[in-house]
């Protein structure tokens, strides 16, 4: 397992341990393809719901949702630095502060229906609430992880 830091280091160690606990077999790859950590990470999800750990479903929802959005600017050869320069943004690329309004210009750019492009709002719900999972001390419930898989699902069926 190759990292370039402790965080680094400590994140993938826990997302390999977490997986193997909740079994999943062949859960870290290196070199794992875009599309590839997408389905991990919705299988991750869902398995979250079965096991009731809404939290960390909620936060693997995110991050599924997050890497088809990365994954589809990346293939599209979206100039990130350069649309942060033209939006006067000093953000670093692919931050997650970002990211909704990068993919409504990327896919607004490629064609995409308004009416599709509006429904990626929820892509700031689903941070919102992995946010909330991860660092306050309320805890998200089933109903919200139902939701958030919802709006996983729709995020994916727009961003191809």
Same mark, same amino acid.
């Given at each position: 397992?190759?990292?370039?830091?402790?965080?680094?280091?400590?994140?993938?160690? %826990?997302?390999?341990?977490?997986?193997?606990?909740?079994?999943?077999?062949?859960?870290?790859?290196?070199?794992?393809?875009?599309?590839?950590?997408?389905?991990?990470?919705?299988?991750?999800?869902?398995?979250?719901?079965?096991?009731?750990?809404?939290?960390?479903?909620?936060?693997?929802?995110?991050? %599924?949702?997050?890497?088809?959005?990365?994954?589809?600017?990346?293939?599209?050869?979206?100039?990130?630095?350069?649309?942060?320069?033209?939006?006067?943004?000093?953000?670093?690329?692919?931050?997650?502060?970002?990211?909704?309004?990068?993919?409504?210009?990327?896919?607004?750019?490629?064609?995409?229906?308004?009416?599709?492009?509006?429904?990626?709002?929820?892509?700031?719900?689903?941070?919102?609430?992995?946010?909330?999972?991860?660092?306050?001390?309320?805890?998200?419930?089933?109903?919200?992880?139902?939701? %958030?898989?919802?709006?996983?699902?729709?995020?994916?069926?727009?961003?191809?």
């Amino acid at each position: 397992m190759e990292v370039t830091n402790k965080n680094s280091l400590f994140c993938a160690v %826990s997302l390999e341990y977490d997986l193997k606990i909740i079994g999943l077999k062949g859960y870290y790859q290196t070199g794992m393809a875009f599309a590839d950590k997408v389905a991990e990470n919705k299988r991750v999800a869902e398995k979250c719901m079965e096991m009731k750990a809404y939290n960390a479903g909620v936060t693997r929802a995110y991050y %599924s949702a997050f890497l088809r959005i990365k994954g589809y600017l990346t293939d599209k050869e979206f100039d990130y630095k350069d649309f942060l320069q033209k939006k006067g943004l000093d953000d670093r690329v692919f931050s997650h502060g970002t990211l909704q309004l990068a993919i409504v210009t990327c896919l607004m750019d490629n064609g995409k229906s308004l009416l599709d492009i509006y429904e990626l709002k929820s892509l700031d719900d689903l941070y919102k609430r992995r946010r909330r999972a991860d660092y306050e001390q309320d805890n998200i419930i089933e109903a919200e992880l139902k939701t %958030s898989l919802k709006e996983l699902d729709r995020i994916l069926a727009i961003v191809v």
